[in-house]
């Protein structure tokens, strides 16, 4: 690790990952009571931190890294070498068979579920290496999965519930799947040394996972590209979100090791006081509360999911005023360009989106201004690129009509999905101002964060389209 070693030993104390983590786990507030077990397990390990790097708490976000001083841009604030990480054991590790045989009964898609497993075989191992990071892991997680039924059906918005309800789902079934496997199985080849597994067991370190594991390279493939896996990085994963981030993790690999070096540095200068702060990733809120048990506030990349269906179009563009529009009945040459765009025939993807940074999904756009479209040659004239783009340079591809038409039909679509949530944002409010509980409040925060992206696209919208009619009636 040459050149990188010695460059962190002249501006960080090297410390073995004991005394890192001693230090931190007696400056936070979950003190397990196991720093000997800790200081033994993590003895060898090459683990560095900044000096001017504590645990404390973060206002509402929990524990997090706060500098104690001064960093200057471009410091390493935390380097954990490959050993480190909490990752799932590759081909060539035997896990044994029976903890295999658990983690390929949990779909990919719930990847945070079979690092969970892995989780709990070190949680239940005795001498585990990784016991004094799994021992000082929050016992309790905010996430939708824990919330009480009713503040489930608060959340309000069918995606969402949707992702929770199927979440529960699983770790239901695999609740008992877990317990049939293991009913027979003998001490010596029990993953979980013996303790009973239930679905809030799993249910908490699917969280964990989800909550703190970053994706990062894996092993490198014999084309030189690296495979991305989820791990779990102690000491890393107590730095807390912004889009706004001050620090970012970076991978390095020795030319002469193929050991991978984790780290932390510092992107900008970070004052005294000030939280190290990572960026998760540009998600959306649906993502930050099913993942990670939070909601941002005015989240650029926070959006609503509706369903294409001709039938809905056709209902908020006779409440904008447009006579007999034809969504649920259209042309061929109009079928033909919904192909083209997955929202007609058998292969169709029928989900679009508004909000975020594209304010109306270029799919749904196209789909609109084609089907709003006088006749077919004005349409010809234009690529699917243009239909698709929402750009103040080339406002109009199909006309102002036509675009006004479009934006109309876009807000009354707005106005039936805010009616869709059984309350109003007011009452939304109301509750954050009362003493509800936790999950209440989030579940209240989340569906307020919903509207307002929809509000915030009809605001946005509606400016637009006074621009274009006083446009079109200058033309006049
Ligand atoms: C990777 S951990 C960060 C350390 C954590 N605060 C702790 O006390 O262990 C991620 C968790 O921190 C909290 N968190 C991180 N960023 C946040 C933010 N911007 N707003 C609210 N909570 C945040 C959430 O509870 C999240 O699940």
Same mark, same amino acid.
């Given at each position: ?37 800790l ?18 708490? *973060?206002?509402?976000? =929990?524990?997090?890294?706060? #500098? ?7 410091? /390493?604030?935390?380097? @954990? !070498? ?30 945070a ?20 990071y799994?021992?000082n ?61 239930? *679905?809030?067991?799993? =249910?908490?370190?699917?969280? #964990? ?7 990062? /390279?894996?092993?490198? @493939? !014999?084309?030189?590209?690296h ?20 620090a ?23 004052r ?130 036509n ?26 409010e ?47």
């Amino acid at each position: 690790m040459g050149a990188l070693f010695s460059d962190l030993q002249s501006t960080v104390y090297r410390l073995s990952f004991c005394v890192v983590y001693h230090y931190i786990i007696q400056n936070g507030t979950r003190i397990w009571g196991h720093c000997k077990d800790l200081e033994r397990s993590f003895s060898r390990s090459r683990g560095f931190v900044h000096p001017g790097i504590k645990i404390a708490a *973060a206002d509402q976000y =929990g524990l997090g890294l706060i #500098a104690s001083q001064h960093i200057p841009k471009g410091s /390493h604030l935390i380097a @954990l !070498p490959n050993h480190i990480p909490l990752r799932f054991p590759n081909h060539n590790h035997n896990s044994g068979f029976i903890f295999n045989q658990l983690a390929h009964r949990v779909p990919e898609e719930l990847w945070a579920m079979r690092l969970g497993l892995k989780l709990l075989k070190e949680r239940a191992m005795v001498g585990s290496f990784w016991w004094p990071y799994i021992s000082n892991l929050p016992e309790t997680y905010d996430v939708p999965i824990f919330f009480p039924a009713d503040d489930i059906k608060n959340l309000q918005y069918a995606p969402l519930l949707h992702q929770v309800n199927k979440r529960c789902r699983f770790l239901l079934e695999f609740e008992k799947e877990v317990s049939r496997i293991l009913e027979n199985v003998t001490p010596d080849d029990h993953p979980f040394g013996c303790q009973s597994i239930e *679905a809030s067991s799993l =249910g908490w370190a699917m969280s #964990a996972v989800s909550s703190r594991a970053f994706r990062l /390279h894996g092993e490198r @493939l !014999p084309d030189g590209t690296h495979v991305s896996v989820p791990m779990m990085l102690p000491l890393i994963d107590m730095c807390n979100h912004s889009f706004d981030s001050n620090a970012q993790i970076v991978q390095e690999q020795d030319i002469k090791n193929p050991n991978m070096l984790v780290k932390v540095v510092a992107e900008t200068h970070i004052r005294q006081d000030d939280q190290v702060v990572l960026n998760y990733g540009c998600l959306s809120n649906d993502f930050f509360l099913l993942d990670y048990g939070f909601v941002i506030p005015s989240n650029p990349y926070d959006c609503i999911e509706l369903k294409y269906d001709g039938a809905l179009l056709d209902a908020a563009s006779m409440t904008a005023g447009i006579t007999s529009p034809n969504f649920s009945s259209p042309l061929p040459w109009q079928q033909k360009i919904l192909s083209q765009l997955s929202l007609h025939g058998e292969a169709a993807s029928l989900k679009v989106s508004l909000g975020g940074p594209e304010l109306v999904d270029g799919r749904l756009l196209a789909a609109l201004r084609v089907l709003l479209a006088s006749n077919m040659e004005t349409v010809k004239k234009q690529d699917l690129s243009s239909l698709r783009s929402f750009s103040t340079q080339a406002p109009a591809p199909l006309g102002l009509s036509n675009e006004i038409a479009v934006l109309r039909t876009i807000i009354a679509l707005c106005v039936i999905a805010l009616g869709h949530f059984p309350t109003k944002l007011m009452e939304d409010e109301a509750v954050l101002k009362g003493g509800a509980s936790g999950s209440t409040r989030l579940a209240a925060q989340y569906r307020i964060e919903k509207k307002s992206v929809i509000i915030g696209v009809m605001q946005n919208l509606t400016r637009k389209v006074k621009i274009l009619m006083s446009k079109e009636s200058e033309s006049v």
